[in-house]
């Protein structure tokens, strides 16, 4: 039950005046909801590209970059533009990450990931052991709309993922767009959480607690969303313990919250903080809480850049006005509520129709003409194919475990950590008996059945106007999976009733008349079985040297045999793999042969292993039949042996099928190249007269001279970055030339006013300059430093030459860090006027901790400065100082 919030504790009396420790004066919390739908490939449990995110990877790529990246390092810039510090927003920011999402960036950016788990411990330091970081509901279900047992699993699972990444237990938690009714309210007090945060619009009436000296006060109508937030709220169940059956609720301030997602109240720290003192009450209460939540993604991706302005708040802004940044734990653990709330039956925050938005055509989310009459039928569909696993999972997890459910819960474990042990600790824990490895598989195939029925209901897919939407179909595919392993388990064939059912789907869309066809379209083409992981194995292995065990998106590919024969334009792959699900552990032994007949064609076939003495026969017979040099002979060799069911490129996964194309068409490109370099050369006169003259150039020149300039500027760059690959560079001379003849293309790119499409030039770039930062800041030879620092200085000036426009967002952060940790240090231990200064800049510099590592003259720190100058960070004072007589 509900653990007390009553704490009894000794206040010390050099604590009075402290709002870190007693309730005083004016509080600011903003909230940022970060979350991103699970994108994963059922199939790979990876994202595949997605085009519309260009020219980024994927959505969650994007973003990061757009959003969760800038926040763990925001910039504190000057009037200039130059970087004074970087802030951890993190630290600062109430903040819940959905587990999805945590999980992601755990494996796409761990600097980050570790970020945002640092500014959650120096945050629990600030503020009396409470953190920023609340858990969130596993998946973003509605919770309103789910049964009572998916409601307890996405707690308990939202809960345990937190505490694997946090280490404590979570004192709030999110719920999915707010969703909230009373039995989510009875599981979260069960369960532990202590408070929630919702819309004002959420409540319905609230009146002070009753008490002995007034035992029943008045009830106020605030159905309007006129509650007052600056305070927090207790919500008692119905019928229960009024001394631990109750949730806290912080209610957001709805008019300012709006202001930050709709309107420029990020427009600049002063404008936010002009807009929170707004709200500021003159009253004489001792304390207030001014609350403000909104996603996550407003900082960064919905308005850019809007990061800067919440740092320079957090850290200057709201301090200069006496405010005080806290979060809701900490908040709450010094104003314990004296009001109670009761809320509206069903709500949500973007959705005025209670929780329609997710189940019916009440107009949310809807666009011109379009309906929304296909959610219902769609939610309808998916309760059914819900109800019915439940029958397969009950039946077939009572064979293996003690408690089905119990173990469903605990399944969140195995999510986290997909190892042999865990998966082996797991079992041994919820077994009814020791488990064979056939058992084994059906036990985890029940599991990840469940799994992916709780992402089914994913609330992206019902968000939008349209079924057809990549939201909409990715829940599809959750339960296509769903579908998939409950037949592998138990024999059961759903998928037919349940498209009868999605054919009662409208959709906005002509090419879909109904939702049983993007079923069809969309997510039946998408599935992949064992053989298809064989035959892009085998296809990929003519480009790539695997080793004998190899991992393959989430598959453990184990090679027993690989023969490898050419024959002319003919290239032929036989081999044995024994491939292995990281996630059910189903395994399978297989034999494929992959004939290459040059160009794009190829001929993969699959087949189970069937014995030593069959699979050296089918080796011997095929490459007799290659040493006939025909390759109509060998395809009807392999059909004879194999079956017709044959697999193509086309049949690769996305990834490895785009990279081969690009390997496969450079042969082509690079006669192009010289082509169009010929051209050039040919007509560099010419061009030059055009743009002397101030005339059009005719298109054909002025393609061939990008394309030409291009990619010799490609090559010079590669060429460099070998060249320092290692470090110290043991070839200055050849990377200086290298340099020299980027700068000479530079003056080519001016003149001849080029735009070089060349975007794997400035991912180069930016790994040159923190490769050569690196060695700079760790480097204690004077030559090795000035060399580098020259060389990078050029580098960056070059960037903007080719108008590549190069990100120093990372070279900055290294520089910013060594500068604290290292210049200024030993640059303040050279003179004692150098120690004056550093502490007449406080706001810049952070306590002086002096690192050992590398020791510099004065000429040195110099340099450094000089560089730090080139890469925008502001350094003028200290270089001033430096420059003087």
Known sequence: MHPSSAQTTAVDPRSVDDPLKVA??????????????????????????QPSAAPFHNWNERIHHECYRPNAFARV????????SIVNNFEYLSFNIGPTLMSWLEHYDVEVYQRILEADRKSCERLNGHGNAIAQVYNHIIMPLANERDKYTQVRWGKADFRSRFGRDPEGMWLAETAVDYATLKVLVDEGIRFIILAPSQAQRCRMIPTEAQPNPQWLEVGGGQIDPVQPYRCFLPGGDPNQDYVDIFFYDGPISRDMGFNDVLSSSQHLAGRIGQAVRGDRRSAQLISIATDGETFGHHKGGTEKALAYAFTNEFARRGWTVTNYAHYLSLNSPTWEVELKPVTAWSCSHGVDRWQDNCGCGG?????????????????????????????GGRKFFTDPWCARDEYIQVVGDRSVTTINRFLSAHQTHKLNAAERVDALRLLEMQRHTLLMYTSCGWFFDEVSRPEGTQILRYAARALELAGDVAGVQLEKAFIKRLAAIPSNVDFFPSGAEVYRQLVIPAQIN??????????????????????VYCYTAHQLDYQLQRLGALTLAIGQVQLTSEITRESANLVFAVLHLGGWDFHCCIQPFEGRRAYTQLKESLAETLRSGSAAQVILTMSRTFGDQSYSLQNLFAEERHRIMRLLSQETLTRLDQLYTQVYRDNYGILMA?????????????????????????????ALDRETSDLPVSHPQLCLGHITELEAIATEVHHLRCQLKQPQMRQILEQLVLRLLWQVLHASDANVTHFTV???????DLGQQLHLNPSLARAQELYIKNLHTQILPQLAAHSPLNQALLKGKPEAVPPIQVSSEVTWNLEQLHALLRLGQKLAVDVEAWLAHLSSP
């Open 24 to 49: 005083k004066g004016v509080y600011v919390t903003i909230h940022g909801h970060f979350y991103q739908p699970p994108r994963e490939n059922p199939y790979l449990n990876a994202i595949e590209r």
């Open 77 to 84: 810039l000057n009037d200039r533009g130059e970087l004074i």
């Open 367 to 395: 666009g011109g003409l379009w309906h929304q009459k296909w959610r219902r039928p769609l939610r309808d569909s998916l309760d059914w194919l819900r109800d019915q696993l439940v029958k397969v999972y009950e039946e």
């Open 530 to 551: 064992l053989n298809q992981v064989a035959a892009h194995y085998a296809i990929s292995s003519l480009f790539t040297s695997y080793a004998a065990e190899q991992r």
């Open 690 to 718: 055009f743009h002397r003259d101030e005339l059009d150039v005719p298109q054909e020149l002025q393609v061939a001279a990008e394309i030409a300039i291009g990619h010799r500027a490609l090559t010079s760059l590669q």
């Open 790 to 796: 020259s060389m990078l200085e050029r580098l960056v």
